[in-house]
């Protein structure tokens, strides 16, 4: 007996936004450090990035959201240190990395054909009108799919939700 086969994106395009949609070439913006009493200016970047915020809070024209939170994904090739190597990908993987998530590979429009990782540590928002016109400037995107979209939402909740304690209970040995 073989196991089914679950897709891990579907397509999809115009102004809809999800939770799980992946914007490859983004524009998005990062203040250039200053000093408080000087003007702030700006750096525009393009990076692919994966919507973040519960697709609940995103249905057109019923909107509980200005602002919609997306993490950076990164292709392999882009990546350094533990996880250019296949323990640390294994270790991602696994998820004893909390800060990253694995998603499958996939070819599509050009792209590295090789995994992405999404980086909790590279979070932005955008507001969401900017981020609807730059959904619909792409033909087609992909959007993660369930279970892989909520196993995403679960790993950036771990991420998020982690304490660290002052004195932990004592190993038993």
Known sequence: MTAERFPWY??????DLEQGDIILGCRCFQPVETAPDESISMTWLERDLIILSQSCDL???????????LASVWKQSELSGHLTTSKGLEDARRGNLPSVHLLAQV?????DPGIK???????FTLPIGFLRLQAAATPKRLRLLPPYREHLSQAFARFFMRVGLPQNIPAFR
């Open 10 to 15: 579907d397509f999809a395009d115009g102004d």
């Open 59 to 69: 249905v057109k024209s019923r909107e509980k959201l200005s602002d919609v939170l």
């Open 107 to 111: 070819d599509f429009m050009g792209t």
């Open 117 to 123: 990782v999404v980086d909790f540590y590279s979070l």
